[in-house]
């Protein structure tokens, strides 16, 4: 499996930006598909995340309600949209895809890297002030 993620850029404050995840190899319903990212000198963290189905999205409290989370089978794509960017969200962002396996999926796995086999390799967001 390999994961390609793309769109980033240099946007203002205040601005939307659409990022893309593709995937490739294996039954694209088979991955759930989270996306991170880390900042210049800090740890990688969660951003959002989506489920096998499509059916549950998770998000951390500080993008809830600016950050959107979708897949499209057509396109084996995972898409990420941010809404009213703040400079505090410049990082590089990567998407990382997370097989199923056998019993529950907590919804606190999601926010986990650890749960996630497979990464991209990462697009650059930096938002102005």
């Known amino acids: 499996v390999q994961l390609q993620a793309s769109g980033g850029g240099l946007v203002q404050a205040g601005a939307s930006l659409r990022l893309s995840c593709l995937v490739s190899g294996g039954a694209f319903s088979n991955y759930a598909v989270g996306w991170f990212r880390q900042a210049p000198g800090k740890e990688r963290e969660f951003v959002a995340a989506?489920?096998?189905?499509?059916?549950?999205?998770y998000y951390p409290d500080s993008v809830k309600g600016r950050f959107t989370v979708t897949r499209m089978d057509a396109t084996r794509s995972v898409y990420l949209q941010l809404n009213s960017l703040k400079p505090e969200d410049t990082a590089v962002y990567y998407c990382?895809?997370?097989?199923?396996?056998?019993?529950?999926?907590?919804?606190?796995?999601?926010?986990?890297?650890?749960?996630?086999?497979?990464w991209g390799q990462g697009t650059l967001v930096t938002v102005s002030s």
């Open positions: 990382a895809a997370r097989p199923k396996r056998p019993g529950i999926a907590t919804a606190q796995s999601f926010h986990m890297s650890a749960s996630y086999d497979y």
């Open positions: 989506i489920s096998w189905s499509g059916g549950s999205t």
